[in-house]
Nanobody
Framework: QVQLVESGGGLVQPGGSLRLSCAAS????????MGWYRQAPGKQRELAAT???????NYADSVKGRFTVSRDTAKNTVYLQMNSLKPEDTAVYYC??????????????WGQGTQVTVSS
């Protein structure tokens, strides 16, 4: 099992910045992809950004150029630096981790979510 603890959400004005962090603990051997999804009120959960163990990143078109995902593999921690925030970025942000067992079995883990509100 992998436990995920998120931090860094909050209220910010449009144009501001926030940094989210997510630390993984427990059975962290085999963690491959780490990243963030988000869910706005009344909408489906969607990809924000992910980063592979090798450093390959994937971003939603709506956040490209404004968000940066990174990870500290030694600390099993993933970050999301969010700049130039817009009201439409308001959502609950969920940490996401994929772990592959020695047998190649994939398990997805989700954090409890952290609220990000962009409003003046």
């Amino acid at each position: 099992q992998v436990q995920l603890v998120e931090s860094g959400g909050g209220l910010v004005q449009p144009g501001g910045s926030l940094r989210l962090s997510c630390a993984a603990s427990g059975s962290t051997v085999g963690i491959s992809v780490m990243g963030w999804y988000r869910q706005a009120p009344g909408k489906q959960r969607e990809l924000a950004a992910t980063v592979s163990r090798g450093g390959n990143t994937n971003y939603a078109d709506s956040v490209k150029g404004r968000f940066t995902v990174s990870r500290d593999t030694a600390k099993n921690t993933v970050y999301l630096q969010m700049n130039s925030l817009k009201p439409e970025d308001t959502a609950v942000y969920y940490c996401y981790v994929v772990r592959l067992s020695w047998g190649g079995v994939r398990t997805d883990y989700w954090g409890q979510g952290t609220q990000v509100t962009v409003s003046s």
